[in-house]
T-cell receptor, first 115, second 116 residues
Framework: KQEVTQIPAALSVPEGENLVLNCSFT??????LQWFRQDPGKGLTSLLL?????REQTSGRLNASLDKSSGRSTLYIAASQPGDSATYLC??????????????FGQGTTLQVKP | DTGVSQDPRHKITKRGQNVTFRCDPI?????LYWYRQTLGQGPEFLTY????????KSRLLSDRFSAERPKGSFSTLEIQRTEQGDSAMYLC??????????????FGPGTRLLVL
């Protein structure tokens, strides 16, 4: 059974700091891994999708890496801003024959960037 | 592209009542997903549709839950005889396909259910 874990559960940093969020998964047979952002009481916004054959993806100040063999992914946020404050969720899509695309989520890391 | 919409945004009901939620996916997306999220947790998969066919259901989806996607467009999720444990955010997502960037799931704002 695939399990996804995100550590830490919460993180508080001063504005301008570079930071790394961690995601680990127990089964390396994944199709892809996605990082999402969720603002309080809102739905999820997709940030980055990494295919199983890729090592990293970049979008603006965000960089996500994937190491399938060790079951880990990291989301790097450069020069953090107060507007980055949100909960960040990682999710894996299993590599199965049925391949329905369902995602298995971690519990999320709640980030607070202080001005 | 107006995004995924869900209705209602909030629902308060009494235990034992039936509730129905609606999801309108992005128009050209043929894949639709329902997830449930409780406070402090990540979303949990409930069910998946490809066009009008319901291809996977989670064990979380007890016989009190039913989902439909007639004509492969909007979807409804009905909960019968609601229980307090059903209180959660119900999220709908859609995607264009199953390869590359097409499989990015776009989420709606969710329906927050409170069962009293």
């Amino acid at each position: 059974k695939q399990e996804v874990t995100q550590i830490p559960a919460a993180l508080s940093v001063p504005e301008g700091e570079n930071l790394v969020l961690n995601c680990s998964f127990t089964d390396s047979a994944i199709y892809n891994l996605q990082w999402f952002r969720q603002d309080p009481g809102k739905g999820l916004t997709s940030l980055l999708l990494i295919q199983s054959s890729q090592r990293e993806q970049t979008s603006g100040r965000l960089n996500a890496s994937l190491d399938k063999s060790s079951g880990r992914s990291t989301l790097y946020i450069a020069a953090s801003q107060p507007g980055d404050s949100a909960t960040y969720l990682c999710a894996v899509r299993r590599s199965t024959t049925s391949n329905t695309g369902k995602l298995i989520f971690g519990q999320g890391t709640t980030l607070q960037v202080k001005p | 592209d107006t995004g995924v919409s869900q209705d209602p945004r909030h629902k308060i009901t009494k235990r034992g009542q039936n509730v129905t939620f609606r999801c309108d996916p992005i128009s050209e997306h043929n894949r639709l997903y329902w997830y449930r999220q409780t406070l402090g947790q990540g979303p949990e998969f409930l069910t998946y549709f490809q066009n009008e066919a319901q291809l996977e259901k989670s064990r979380l989806l007890s016989d009190r839950f039913s989902a439909e996607r007639p004509k492969g467009s909007f979807s409804t999720l009905e909960i019968q005889r609601t229980e307090q444990g059903d209180s959660a955010m119900y999220l709908c997502a859609s995607s264009l396909g199953d390869r590359g960037s097409r499989e990015t799931q776009y989420f709606g704002p969710g329906t927050r259910l409170l069962v009293l």
